[in-house]
T-cell receptor
Framework: EDQVTQSPEALRLQEGESSSLNCSYT??????LFWYRQDPGKGPEFLFT???AGEEKEKERLKATLTKKESFLHITAPKPEDSATYLC???????????????FGQGTILTVHP | KAGVTQTPRYLIKTRGQQVTLSCSPI?????VSWYQQTPGQGLQFLFE???????NKGNFPGRFSGRQFSNSRSEMNVSTLELGDSALYLC?????????????FGPGTRLLVL
């Protein structure tokens, strides 16, 4: 069964203090690893999709990287508006049991203080 | 393009009642997945529909069911509601095909069971 573990559970940063969030996964044939941002009371907002080890994606202050066992979401010089829960999910390649199914981690709650 | 829409946004029901939630996917997206999000369990996969057929199902009791219409709109139904069914119900759509695995989420329906 696919599993995703995110760390840390919560992270408090000062504005401008760069850091990284970790997502460790086990999956049978990775079809994709996804990062989402979720604000309280809202649906997850898509950030990145990574397909294979070595791949990197970047968007504004965020950069996602992927290895065979984990993914990192690097946040450079964060601002208070980056405060949110960041979710990591995988889709395995296990045939019919993987159709449309994302397995999520518990998320990292990021708080950026001004 | 308009995003994924869900109705209603909020719902209050009592134990034993049933409820139907609706999801309209992004135009052109043929796959719709449903998830339940609770503080304790996080985001859990309910089921996935493609071309009006359920292709995958998570580990939820038979009280949870769904369907998809020819225009790709989807509904999920929960019968004989229990207190533990209180959650944010999210639907997500994707194109489905090739490497287009990314799922885009709607705002969710917040269900409270009293």
């Amino acid at each position: 069964e696919d599993q995703v573990t995110q760390s840390p559970e919560a992270l408090r940063l000062q504005e401008g203090e760069s850091s990284s969030l970790n997502c460790s996964y086990t999956v049978s044939g990775l079809r994709g690893l996804f990062w989402y941002r979720q604000d309280p009371g809202k649906g997850p907002e898509f950030l990145f999709t990574l397909y294979s080890a070595g791949e990197e994606k970047e968007k504004e202050r965020l950069k996602a990287t992927l290895t065979k066992k984990e993914s990192f979401l690097h946040i450079t010089a964060p601002k208070p508006e980056d405060s949110a829960t960041y979710l990591c999910a995988v889709q395995g390649g296990g045939g019919g049991t993987s159709y449309g199914k994302l397995t999520f981690g518990q998320g990292t709650i990021l708080t950026v203080h001004p | 393009k308009a995003g994924v829409t869900q109705t209603p946004r909020y719902l209050i029901k009592t134990r034993g009642q049933q409820v139907t939630l609706s999801c309209s996917p992004i135009s052109g997206h043929r796959s719709v997945s449903w998830y339940q999000q609770t503080p304790g369990q996080g985001l859990q996969f309910l089921f996935e529909y493609f071309s009006e057929t359920q292709r995958n199902k998570g580990n939820f009791p038979g009280r949870f069911s769904g369907r998809q219409f020819s225009n790709s709109r989807s509904e999920m139904n929960v019968s004989t509601l229990e207190l533990g069914d209180s959650a944010l119900y999210l639907c997500a759509s994707r194109i489905s095909g090739g490497r287009q695995e990314t799922q885009y989420f709607g705002p969710g329906t917040r269900l409270l069971v009293l």
